[in-house]
């Protein structure tokens, strides 16, 4: 009896063990004007644009860093197109 208990034990821990927490993937678009463009993609931005910036670029440094931009400088937020 004391080794079937301590073996259904052993099989708990392992079972609680093999099951991670799934992580929540957040997912933010930003659309906008230029209000929102990254200008530091363009080349000439440190002698032509600096220091123009939009919020959106500013807004990138508060997420990982392994994000996924996609960002264009639009005329109008209508023309955005999402591609996955």
């Known amino acids: 009896m004391n080794a079937k208990l301590k073996i ?13 927490p799934i992580k929540k993937v957040t997912t933010i678009y930003l659309i906008g004007d230029s209000t929102v463009a990254n200008y530091q993609l363009e080349p000439d931005y440190m002698e032509k644009r600096h220091p123009l910036f939009g919020w959106g670029q500013t807004f990138q440094s508060f997420f990982n860093k392994a994000s996924i931009n996609k960002v264009k400088n639009l005329i109008k937020t209508d023309s955005v197109i999402v591609d996955d």
């Not at 259904?8 to 991670?20: I, N, R, S, T």
């Open 8 to 20: 259904g034990a052993l099989l708990l821990v392992v079972a609680f063990c093999a099951f991670k």
